[in-house]
């Protein structure tokens, strides 16, 4: 299979962070960079759109391109800096452009900001690239920047757990965080008089749902970074109230449901979920990290692909600005 067929693989980041992160004047650590370089410059992105002006979520050997693009805000920002950024076959700026086109402006809880319903949209490509302080187009036009915005959009996850519409148990200023996730169902349960229904795995979000009162400990670490006065009580929550720790070796589980009572010898009372997930691990540990000391946002920003993609966006700003500073000395006294 040739490599653009899985182009849309979202591992294709983790070429960029070996380029950057395996640094050593060591052979092994030489041919981490070269291979990785070399599979990064292979990918065609233009291809990639498939005669549209968006990018499309995927290829299969057997029936071609998915339906579906990459549309609305979501987790794809990461995934057009990279294309845009590609020395070989970049995307076009117009890419960048309609994407952002299909944007939804709300207010939401108090908040105001660019509607995604599960909270991972709002934290995925930030685990990689420091939106302190940058902004493109739109951003400027509404004086913020896409930190500010996931900020926004976890202080909004905490305001409709307070509300609570619904009516689920233990929902709170200190319980929350709904996004992409395992969960109970699919099942039909009357609770306390009320026809409860559950889902599986979905896209869970907020305020438009669905929402069947399961929740994400993962997703409340890996929005550390926006908002640590209203993470940490959270976290503090999921480990003493919740117990999210007690019976397992590995840190949380995917998700749990104080709403579903579980299933039988269940030593939570609730429904937990029996599985540890990588896609959910890595954001935790990662983000931490960056909340800690910034090691991934510094990591990142060596890296030419993702500058070049970013400024090509039209973001500007912030950090971008030193960088294109630094550079010009750098050019200018390697020719003097």
């Known amino acids: 299979m040739e490599l653009r067929s899985k182009w849309y693989d979202k591992k294709i980041e983790l070429l960029i962070v070996f380029t950057v992160y395996f640094d050593a004047d060591t052979e092994d650590e030489l041919e981490i960079r ?51 950024g590609s020395p070989t076959h970049p995307l076009p700026k117009e890419s960048y452009a309609a994407w952002a086109s299909t ?123 926006f908002a640590p006065e209203i993470v940490l009580p959270a976290l503090n929550h999921c480990i003493h109230q919740a117990e ?23 030593p939570y009372g609730w429904w937990v979920s029996p599985w540890h997930y990588g896609l959910n691990q890595g954001p935790i540990i990662l983000m931490i990290e960056n909340y800690r000391s910034g090691f991934l946002w510094r990591l990142m920003k060596r890296c030419p692909h993702l500058g070049i993609g970013l400024g090509r966006a039209g973001f500007s700003g912030g950090w971008l600005s030193h960088t294109a500073k630094a550079k010009t000395q750098d050019d200018s006294n390697s020719t003097t």
């Open 34 to 84: 070269t291979l990785s370089e070399s599979l990064y410059l292979r990918a065609d992105w233009q291809w990639a759109q498939n005669q549209g002006t968006t990018v499309t979520h995927g290829w299969r050997p057997e029936s071609g391109f998915l339906k579906y693009r990459w549309e609305g805000y979501d987790e794809a920002m990461l995934l057009y800096m990279l294309g845009l």
């Open 103 to 225: 944007y939804k402006w709300e207010h939401n809880y108090g908040q105001e900001y660019i509607y995604a319903g599960p909270l991972f949209t709002h934290q995925l490509s930030h685990i990689w690239i420091d939106f302190r302080g940058i902004q493109d187009s739109f951003m400027q036009e509404k004086g913020i920047d896409y930190f500010e915005n996931s900020r926004r959009a976890t202080y909004a996850q905490q305001q409709y757990a307070i509300i609570n519409p619904l009516k689920f148990k233990d929902y709170g200023p200190h319980c929350w965080g709904i996004t992409a996730s395992e969960g109970p169902g699919p099942e039909t349960i009357k609770i306390d008089g009320i026809e409860r229904q559950f889902f599986d795995y979905v896209g869970r979000g907020i305020p438009y749902g669905p929402d069947d009162g399961t929740l994400a400990p993962w997703a409340l670490v890996a929005s550390l970074p």
């Open 244 to 266: 999210m720790t007690k019976f397992n070796s590995y840190g949380f589980k995917a998700s749990f449901n104080p709403t579903h009572p579980g299933n039988s010898g269940n």
